[in-house]
């Protein structure tokens, strides 16, 4: 039987997830450690450059090493159960408006093992992610979300619901996010692999700088997205949506019909009071906008 390549395979996982919503996925591990694997990893890794972690070991060092080796040695760590990451690097850059941004940047090595299980679990929660989720999904882009907003405000959805998450990447608990993960990945591998990885960067919370963490983000985020669609579908009247939204990571634009007869913003601010998780703190606000 011929092999399956990385990009067949991510079509097939996601095509079983979108048929079988509750499905849970076994045997996933064997893939994560495959060579052809990890070589995409490292190769997207490269494409993305980026400084060295803690080890100071750059892409340059590897390759006059040689990255077969670099590769196979990993992979010998990850199928013997030795494999540990480093800590993370801290960099600090300043935000837009005020204060400032912490980002983790892992070492090259531990940027290929989470690139090959982003590789692996993508398409499996592709198929779980809602419509309007648009940040950092396969062709999905911040122009198309964009698009959405405006499309909101052209159909007369002018009073915004602002749903701000306190601090979301450093609050994000980790055994929540690997239950959620759980819920469709039954390999005992894949969770202790993801539990190491979130331990090395603290007892809690998501860091900004690696390639797993934009994934994980969308995953713990999804409860809010389906608290967001159910408040569409009850607000419903035939055709009519009297609330739309826009998610890029931890940022959301909500708009929902504005005048005596609107509905969107109530059903919004009193789900908001409990969605699926508890995340984290949120501050619910309502205010007019693009009225004119």
């Not at 093992?113 to 982003?118: M, R, S």
């Not at 989720?133 to 959805?157: D, F, L, M, N």
């Not at 915004?160 to 306190?166: E, K, N």
């Not at 990885?197 to 994980?216: E, N, V, W």
Request: proline share 7%.
């Amino acid at each position: 039987m011929a092999s399956i390549n990385v990009q067949d395979l991510r079509r097939r996982l996601y095509v079983k997830a979108k048929s079988e919503p509750t499905w849970r996925f076994w045997g996933l591990y064997v893939h994560v450690c495959k060579p052809e694997t990890l070589r995409e990893a490292y190769a997207v890794a490269k494409a993305n450059d980026g400084a060295p972690g803690v080890d100071g070991v750059t892409f340059k060092a590897i390759e006059a090493a040689d990255v077969e080796t670099f590769l196979a040695q990993l992979r010998d760590e990850l199928i013997a159960g030795r494999y540990r990451p480093l800590p993370t690097r801290k960099h600090t850059i300043p935000k837009r408006g005020a204060g400032e941004r912490i980002l983790q940047i892992p070492c090259i090595r531990d940027r290929v093992v989470q690139g090959a299980l982003k590789l692996i679990l993508e398409p499996i929660f592709e198929a779980d992610f809602q419509p309007s989720s648009y940040g950092y999904r396969p062709k999905r882009t911040a122009h198309q979300a964009v698009a959405r907003v405006a499309e909101a405000i052209v159909q007369q959805k002018t009073r915004v619901i602002d749903l701000d998450l306190a601090s979301y990447f450093d609050n994000v608990q980790h055994h929540q996010l690997l239950a959620m993960v759980a819920r469709r990945v039954s390999d005992p591998a894949i969770l202790r692999t993801l539990k190491l990885i979130l331990r090395a960067t603290g007892h809690k919370g998501l860091p900004q700088g690696g390639p797993l963490s934009p994934l994980l983000s969308n995953i713990y985020l999804t409860p809010v997205d389906q608290m967001l669609e159910k408040a569409q579908e009850t607000t419903r009247q035939g055709p009519y949506r009297y609330v739309a939204y826009a998610r890029w990571a931890d940022d959301r634009a909500t708009r929902t019909s504005s005048g005596p007869k609107a509905r969107g913003g109530g059903a919004v601010q009193e789900m908001g009071a409990g969605p699926p998780e508890p995340l984290c703190r949120e501050r619910f606000q309502t205010t007019a906008s693009c009225a004119g």
